[in-house]
């Protein structure tokens, strides 16, 4: 994402976050002008649902998609602000934590507190499905080409053995650490 698109008060936001991060030694190299193109917008929810090529993981609540539903109706004005493959990637975020779950996130946020890339767009679901929405991927392209990444070879068939393969090789050298996330079941 260009500095031009980034709104001077995300800066000011993110600013203590950034000094803390390079203070601990983790980088955020990634956010905000990796020079990464975004990947193609996320898949319509019919394929999203209908696509998945692997099992949502014991103890895991899907989304119902009155929930997805609800949670996309009131988004955050710095969602509905962003272009349309940014706004994908986090409407795929909301519809499949079960994949994002297993991707790691390679722009440093796990100096944030992050675990995997579904950390970079949810920061919370509760019981009755409601979202509480992380700010921090309307910024940061390595986090929403993740996501998109993840959508597209999902949409295809892809396993999540090669989805994770396809992030680790494609964004583990940005420079920044990735979070530490479990690999997904065989």
Same mark, same amino acid.
């Given at each position: 994402m260009s500095a031009t698109r980034v709104p001077t008060r995300r800066l000011a936001a993110i600013a203590p976050v950034f000094l803390v991060a390079m203070a601990?030694?983790?980088?955020?190299a990634g956010c905000g002008?990796?020079?990464?193109?975004?990947?193609p917008a996320a898949p319509a929810m019919a394929d999203e649902g209908g696509a998945a090529a692997h099992e949502v993981p014991a103890g895991m609540v899907m989304p119902s998609?009155?929930?997805?539903?609800?949670a996309w109706a009131t988004r955050p004005a710095y969602v509905t602000a962003l272009p349309d493959d940014w706004q994908a990637a986090y409407h795929f975020a909301i519809a499949r934590p079960d994949v994002l779950?297993?991707?790691? !996130?390679? !722009?440093?946020c796990g100096g944030m507190g992050h675990g995997s890339n579904l950390d970079c767009f949810?920061?919370?679901?509760?019981?009755?499905?409601?979202?509480?929405?992380e700010e921090h991927a309307s910024y940061c392209d390595i986090c929403v080409d993740t996501a998109n990444l993840a959508a597209s070879m999902l949409g295809s068939?892809?396993?999540m053995g090669e989805?994770?393969?396809a992030v680790d090789a494609t964004f583990g050298g940005s420079g920044a650490p990735g979070t530490d996330t479990a690999l997904p079941p065989a």
């Open positions: 601990l030694g983790g980088g955020v002008g990796s020079g990464h193109t975004s990947a998609q009155a929930q997805v539903d609800a779950q297993w991707l790691p !996130c390679y !722009c440093g949810v920061a919370g679901r509760g019981d009755d499905g409601a979202i509480t929405w068939g892809r396993s989805i994770r393969g």
